[in-house]
């Protein structure tokens, strides 16, 4: 049993299958406030605590994904600058995972708690 909500994801280069590391990542909730800003680590995975009390349960929030550079160091040009997924938090106190597999014009995802 969780006493706060985690956000976990994890990227995937969907072109080569591996982790798709180093892409900037973070939580806004819609108003404005950013909940967090980090990167996603080494194996393309992100793993965040957020306190029960900074949640609003009726607020949407945006999970961003600055993946334009990521395909630029690639040599892929690309016109999206990011991914960005919306979802509410209707608990304070579970988990929210939402691995994604990019590729440079498409991605894919899910929500498992």
């Known amino acids: 049993h969780s006493i706060m909500a985690i956000v976990t994801s994890h990227t995937l280069n969907g072109v080569d299958g591996t982790h798709a590391s180093g892409i900037s990542v973070k939580l806004i909730k819609?108003?404005?406030?950013?909940?967090?800003?980090?990167?996603?680590d080494k194996g393309g995975r992100l793993n965040q605590i957020i306190k029960p009390e900074i949640?609003?349960?009726s607020?949407?929030?945006e999970l961003t994904f600055d993946t334009r550079?990521?395909?630029s160091n690639r040599g892929y040009d690309q016109i999206m600058e990011q991914i960005v997924l919306r979802f509410k938090i209707p608990n304070p106190e579970s988990s929210y995972h939402m691995p994604i597999i990019i590729n440079p014009n498409s991605y894919s995802t899910w929500w498992s708690g």
Do not use: K, V
Not at 30 to 40: H, V, Y
């Open 30 to 40: 819609l108003n404005g406030e950013i909940l967090f800003e980090s990167n996603m």
């Open 55 to 57: 949640i609003d349960i």
């Open 59 to 61: 607020s949407i929030y």
């Open 69 to 71: 550079a990521y395909w």
